[in-house]
């Protein structure tokens, strides 16, 4: 187990020190740690900007670039990005989410633990107080926006017949949610069917999240979205990346995930925000196998010729 140094328990929050000796946050309410192994920039770096290889992405990329931060946190994820993309000059336009500014709020104050802040305080502080600020960073300009909403609230009223808010069309989402178990209202079946609805069909876009539970890849699956593994992080061996491109994947799942998928014990969806784990309905196993990423896959596995690892 990590080792833990409680500094502040003020907010709801207190600071964590782990082995590796950075520092992270602690929801009380949540009973969470935020990136809880190797801290929360080795995490950012090696889920969104390593395996995306998001300097090439930018370095070949036209116009403006699009971020949804979905959980703002404690912006660990957002500055992470903004650091590694400030040598490249396209646009960078960064939107966070987030239900509170409190993690943020708390970690502003306590910045010695948290050098990922000290080249953006200014900055920061402009968005929590208020909603935007735009500067250059680097060679980049970029505009952030914070929207202080629940997402799930909000997500209805941008898909909406008559949106009462459009949302850019991102390229990336950092997808930083607390866990299921903890937060199941983040990781249902319509939250990722709204999102991949607010794609553009065009515009290709990578979602990495930390998780590689087989019912949250089920999920992802039947809301429209492509899915693969993604690169380890922490004590985790595997993560997922959704996408609606099949050519930002690397390793797709393939038949012998699907046949691990069938005869898990925790592969049903979460169609409402109650956690739970349960086997695939026959429906959902018909729709799964359907799915256009599967299309000629061996679903018995039997065979090695599949499109990826799974």
């Not at 593994?229 to 994947?249: D, F, Q």
Request: charged share 20%; with cysteine.
């Amino acid at each position: 187990m990590n080792r833990k140094s409680i500094i502040d328990p003020a907010g709801g929050y207190r600071i964590v020190g782990l082995a590796n000796g950075t520092h992270s946050l602690h929801s009380l309410a949540y009973g969470e740690t935020f990136h809880p192994v190797i801290g929360p920039v080795a995490e950012a770096e090696a889920l969104y900007v390593r395996q995306l290889d998001l300097p090439g992405w930018l370095k070949k990329h036209e116009g403006e670039f699009v971020v949804w931060d979905v959980g703002l946190g404690a912006a660990a994820n957002a500055l992470t990005i903004l650091r590694c993309s400030r040598e490249h000059s396209c646009p960078l336009r960064m939107v966070s989410f987030d239900q509170t500014l409190e993690p943020l709020e708390f970690v502003l104050e306590h910045v010695d633990q948290f050098p990922y802040l000290r080249d953006y305080i200014r900055q920061v502080r402009e968005l929590a107080t208020a909603g935007r600020c735009s500067f250059q960073n680097g060679r980049q300009h970029v505009d952030w926006e914070f929207h202080l909403a629940d997402f799930p609230t909000l997500l209805n009223a941008a898909c909406s017949p008559n949106p009462s808010i459009r949302l850019p069309k991102p390229h990336l989402i950092l997808f930083d949610a607390y866990s299921p178990a903890k937060n199941p209202t983040m990781w249902t079946h319509s939250i990722f069917a709204q999102i991949f609805k607010l794609l553009d069909p065009d515009r290709p876009c990578a979602m990495p999240t930390y998780s590689r539970a087989t019912n949250l890849r089920v999920t992802l699956l039947l809301a429209g979205f492509f899915v693969g593994a993604g690169h380890a992080t922490g004590k985790k061996e595997e993560t997922t990346i959704a996408t609606n491109s099949m050519n930002l994947l690397k390793e797709p799942l393939g038949a012998r995930w699907l046949q691990r998928a069938r005869q898990s014990h925790s592969a049903e969806p979460m169609w409402t925000p109650t956690y739970r784990q349960a086997p695939l309905e026959p429906s959902t196993w018909e729709k799964l196998r359907n799915h256009p990423q599967f299309v000629g896959a061996v679903a018995s596995g039997d065979s090695g010729k599949h499109p990826g690892r799974g």
